[in-house]
């Protein structure tokens, strides 16, 4: 068992933001061990792990914009078919907490979207590696750039 694993085992539900589902697909080679230990985790039901939709957008646009067919193909896959991981839609609540949070904290609306749904998901850690979001309150921010070895 890894750092990472010892670290989210301690949450029922975790919230991933879009880089760490990009590191894995696209084998990152700085990132590619950590994010793969996260989602072996997630695989194994160490933990539940929730995103929001919105990851499909953010995700699809590189290789759709390079007719990359193959790995498009590979995301849809891998989204739509793993275990313990559910991508939620963006509903009332949590667009009306995402704008709360852009008031607050001045956050892009696809941040202010991907926590506002941790948050009504009641995920207590957000995976990320975007160091901007730790100043949000409601939910722990884990930045993957401190699991690296």
């Not at 919230?15 to 589902?21: E, G, K, M, R």
């Not at 949590?94 to 008031?103: E, S």
């Not at 941040?111 to 941790?118: E, G, L, P, S, V």
Request: with cysteine.
């Amino acid at each position: 068992m890894g750092r990472l694993e010892d670290k989210i085992k301690q949450y029922d539900c975790i919230a991933i933001d879009t880089n760490s589902f990009i590191y894995l697909m696209e084998r990152n080679p700085i990132f590619f061990n950590v994010v793969r230990e996260l989602f072996s985790s997630i695989e194994s039901g160490t933990v539940y792990a929730v995103s929001s939709i919105l990851l499909m957008t953010e995700v699809l646009t590189k290789p759709l914009r390079e007719r990359d067919k193959v790995l498009v193909n590979r995301y849809m896959a891998f989204i739509g078919t793993f275990p313990n991981l559910e991508l939620k839609e963006v509903n009332n609540k949590i667009a009306f907490k995402a704008a709360k949070l852009r008031a607050a904290y001045g956050l892009k609306t696809p941040d202010a979207i991907f926590i506002a749904t941790a948050i009504q998901e009641k995920a207590k850690l957000f995976v990320t590696n975007d160091v901007r979001l730790q100043k949000v309150e409601g939910v722990e921010t884990l930045l993957l750039n401190d699991y690296l070895d």
